[in-house]
Antibody, heavy 122, light 110 residues
Framework: EVQLVQSGAEVKKPGESLRIFCKASGYSFTSDRISWVRQMPGKGLEWMGRIDPIDSSTDYSPSFQGHVTISADRSTSTAYLQWSSLKASDTGIYYC???????????????WGQGALVTVSS | QSVLTQPPSASGTPGQRVTISCSGSSSNIGSHYVYWYQQVPGTAPKLLIYRDDQRPSGVPDRFSGSKSGTSASLAISGLRSEDEADYYCAAWDDSLSESVFGPGTKVTVL
């Protein structure tokens, strides 16, 4: 059974750093990409970027480029999303999702993590 | 402001058919597949339709997708109380070089 299990809720202050994880199981981690999707409180879904675990190549939405970093560890089948300096506007739920490789760059997200709530407040 | 447009809400009584539209342009829906997601409040999104009109295993055939030109639609027939959720369309956009989601449509079962 394919599963994406994410880290728990985090409460941080502006300017702090954070790394959240998404641990995959039930399939070959290198066979599909992992994307990250943000949902701000009461708002819709926003694609942030993706990583191809086979070579750790990444693509970012221009809206998030330079503010977050996506990485992966093949040895533990885990993808990461990290911030070096959080802002209050980063508050939201962050989902990881498996991006079906056969549809290339298309938003075909067939399995999702449970979401990680990140709250940034002074 | 999304490049995909959806109505903010839709509603129907149990058993009715509800249709949700998703309007885009030649740089997204007009050139690429459309995907639909269902998000029940407090839970992660779930893939409902892929490649315009294909249902993943386990998705009831009450859900169907279609596309014409630069618009797509999701239809829910035989509406049930458990269908009450937010529905999002998504597509790749050539101009933005990224995947984009519509703003979402909240479906209420009256």
């Amino acid at each position: 059974e394919v599963q994406l299990v994410q880290s728990g809720a985090e409460v941080k202050k502006p300017g702090e750093s954070l790394r959240i994880f998404c641990k995959a199981s039930g399939y070959s981690f290198t066979s599909d990409r992992i994307s990250w999707v943000r949902q701000m409180p009461g708002k819709g879904l926003e694609w942030m970027g993706r990583i191809d675990p086979i070579d750790s190549s990444t693509d970012y939405s221009p809206s998030f480029q330079g503010h977050v970093t996506i990485s992966a560890d093949r040895s533990t089948s885990t993808a990461y999303l990290q911030w070096s300096s959080l802002k209050a506007s980063d508050t939201g739920i962050y989902y990881c999702a498996r991006q079906w490789a056969r549809d290339g760059y298309y938003p075909h997200f067939d399995y999702w993590g449970q979401g990680a709530l990140v709250t940034v407040s002074s | 402001q999304s490049v995909l447009t959806q109505p903010p809400s839709a509603s129907g009584t149990p058993g009715q058919r509800v249709t949700i539209s998703c309007s885009g342009s030649s740089s997204n829906i007009g050139s690429h597949y459309v995907y639909w997601y269902q998000q029940v409040p407090g839970t992660a999104p779930k893939l409902l339709i892929y490649r315009d009109d294909q249902r993943p295993s386990g998705v009831p055939d009450r859900f169907s997708g279609s596309k014409s030109g630069t618009s797509a639609s999701l239809a829910i027939s035989g509406l049930r109380s458990e269908d009450e959720a937010d529905y999002y369309c998504a597509a790749w956009d050539d101009s933005l070089s990224e995947s984009v989601f519509g703003p979402g449509t909240k479906v209420t079962v009256l």
